[in-house]
């Protein structure tokens, strides 16, 4: 989820990071806002469809990948469903849930068709207004993407105190996690800080 | 191309380094000597990510306190732990990331304003794909930067050091995480006489040995300058066994 980016040549791969991410915006905001009913469902799986045909994925059919991210959805989709289920019944809980993935999918599109430095540059360009407020686009473009990339350190972080936590014996004991987790969480902000400096970072 | 004058730095409680004269002027440098020594404060000063509480820095002929952009244009570090280097989700991205800095300059863009020309994307993409050819990362270009292997993104560290074309670049324990084969490549990425100069702290010492001149830090202080083979001999002759 992390690093979605796929290699590819079709026009949403071509099309300038500014522009798509209007035209997906819009897109989700389309499928978001149609009333509840069945050709709404339809209309907001067949853009989904669409927009994976169009998309031109090097050495993946867009459908395939279509059903590899909807996988990944899985429990999302189960979580919505679930939910939608017991306030309004079957049929529109199957319809909303429909919407919903569909939205998230579109939007999963700007991430399989973008690399994260066209998008860094168009959220740039995008922030720029914000400048009178004395924001810094760039700083809120590259503090985005350390989040984002900072994720799958995180996660493997958490996976070696849980290693270690295990081959001492301890099997559920949340400050025994915590305290190394935060130690090395705090380290990495440190070496992360000094390493964005090192590369010319300010 | 570096000079001490009475350095000393204070981090919270600790004198990380203590009065230390410097005057080194070779194309390899290594810093060697126990944990604690003071090796990557050393390196950490160099690079201009500490500050000398006293004394004065000279490294290429700029103050690493006052010169802070022209020393980022011409230093580059490399970390033991590539993890914290990383910052964009692909290999390519990773290494194209070192060239923001001087991308926006050419291009003019502020925080207040972009104004379009200069080197573009066309020139970045080419230095990109030469480095990553460089340190045999092409056919990664596209792969998520945190699934490469330890070696794999140690290389990743240091194309992203090299793509900006150092003056120097300062190395601290690079090779701490790797298996023999990654540390050796690392290795000789570092010492190869690409028209860059080279400051290594490591415990490596056989690596160490290959280097022009060494620098031996033994509690904060520098107790022995010269030549690589000595100052290693002399070392391994202090260990206990």
């Not at chain 1, 796929?6 to 978001?32: Q, T």
């Not at chain 1, 810094?136 to 984002?148: F, H, Q, Y």
Request: a positive charge; aromatic letters at 4%; proline letters at 5%.
């Amino acid at each position: 989820m992390v690093t979605l980016y796929l290699p590819g040549d079709g026009p949403l791969h071509r099309m300038p990071a500014g522009a798509k991410l209007v035209l997906l915006v819009a897109a989700v905001l389309g499928v978001s806002l149609l009333p509840t009913a069945p050709w709404s469902a339809a209309a907001a799986g067949g853009a989904c469809v669409a927009g994976y045909l169009v998309a031109g994925f090097h050495g993946a059919h867009g459908l395939r990948e279509l059903g590899r991210q909807s996988w990944t959805l899985r429990w999302v989709i189960v979580l919505v469903f679930g939910g939608l289920l017991i306030f309004l019944g079957p049929m529109p809980a199957a319809l909303n849930t429909a919407r919903v993935v569909a939205a998230v999918l579109l939007a999963m599109l700007l991430a399989l068709t973008t690399r994260m430095t066209a998008l860094l540059d168009a959220l740039e360009r995008g922030l720029l207004p914000l400048a009178v407020l004395r924001v810094d686009p760039a700083r809120v473009a590259l503090l985005l993407t350390i989040a984002i990339s900072t994720v799958p350190v995180m996660i493997r972080i958490a996976h070696d105190v849980r290693e270690a936590q295990l081959a001492r014996g301890i099997s559920r004991d949340i400050r025994a996690f915590a305290v190394p987790y935060l130690v090395m969480a705090l380290k990495h902000a440190d070496e992360l800080g000094d390493a964005l400096a090192a590369r010319g970072v300010r | 191309m570096i000079r001490l004058e009475d350095v000393t730095v204070r981090i919270g409680d600790v004198e990380a380094l203590s009065a230390v004269s410097l005057d080194l002027d070779a194309r390899t440098v290594a810093v060697v000597g126990d944990n604690g020594s003071g090796k990557s404060t050393l390196a950490r000063l160099l690079a201009g990510l500490v500050p000398a509480t006293s004394g004065s820095v000279c490294v290429l002929g700029l103050d690493p306190a006052r010169d802070v952009a022209e020393l980022r244009r011409r230093v580059a570090v490399v970390f033991s732990n590539p993890d914290a280097q990383i910052v964009m989700p692909t290999v390519a991205e990773d290494v194209a990331f070192s060239l923001r800095p001087r991308e926006r300059r050419s291009r003019g863009i502020r925080s207040r304003g972009i104004r379009r020309g200069g080197r573009g994307d066309a020139g970045t993409a080419g230095l990109v794909a030469q480095t990553l050819d460089r340190f045999g990362l092409a056919a990664l270009a596209d792969r998520p930067s945190h699934d490469l292997s330890g070696g794999q993104k140690q290389l990743l560290a240091l194309a992203g050091a090299f793509v900006r074309r150092p003056d120097l670049v300062i190395a601290d324990e690079p090779t701490a995480f790797l298996d023999a084969r990654n540390a050796r490549i690392v290795a000789e990425h570092l010492l190869a006489d690409t028209g860059h100069r080279l400051v290594l702290a490591t415990h490596d010492l056989g690596l160490a040995r290959r280097c022009d001149l060494a620098v031996l830090c033994a509690r904060g202080r520098v107790e022995a300058t010269g030549e690589a083979g000595e100052i290693v001999t002399r070392y391994r002759a202090s260990l206990p066994w």
